[in-house]
Nanobody, 117 residues
């Protein structure tokens, strides 16, 4: 069992910055991808950014150049640095861990990000 705990969400004005962090604990093994998803009211959850064990990254087109994902493999953490925030970035952000070779994934509780104009 893996537990994911996010922190760092909050209220910020247009153009501001936030840094989200997620700490994974429990029985973590094998190869896995960690990333961030978000869900705006009335919309489906979407991938924001993800990083594999090898360091490969994948970003949503809407956040490229503004968001940066990073991982600390020793501490089992993943962070999302969000710069140049826009109102459309508003939503609940969820940390995700997905095993590469197993049909298992885990989710954090979510942290609210609100961007005002």
């Amino acid at each position: 069992q893996v537990q994911l705990v996010e922190s760092g969400g909050g209220l910020v004005q247009l153009g501001g910055s936030l840094r989200l962090s997620c700490v994974a604990s429990g029985s973590i093994f094998s190869t896995y991808t960690m990333g961030w998803y978000r869900q705006a009211p009335g919309k489906e959850r979407e991938l924001v950014a993800a990083m594999t064990d090898e360091g490969s990254t994948n970003y949503a087109d809407s956040v490229k150049g503004r968001f940066t994902i990073s991982r600390d493999k020793i501490k089992n953490t993943v962070c999302l640095q969000m710069n140049g925030l826009k109102p459309e970035d508003t939503g609940v952000y969820y940390c995700n861990l997905k095993y590469r070779f197993y049909s298992r994934e885990y989710w954090g509780q979510g942290t609210q990000v609100t961007v005002s104009s």
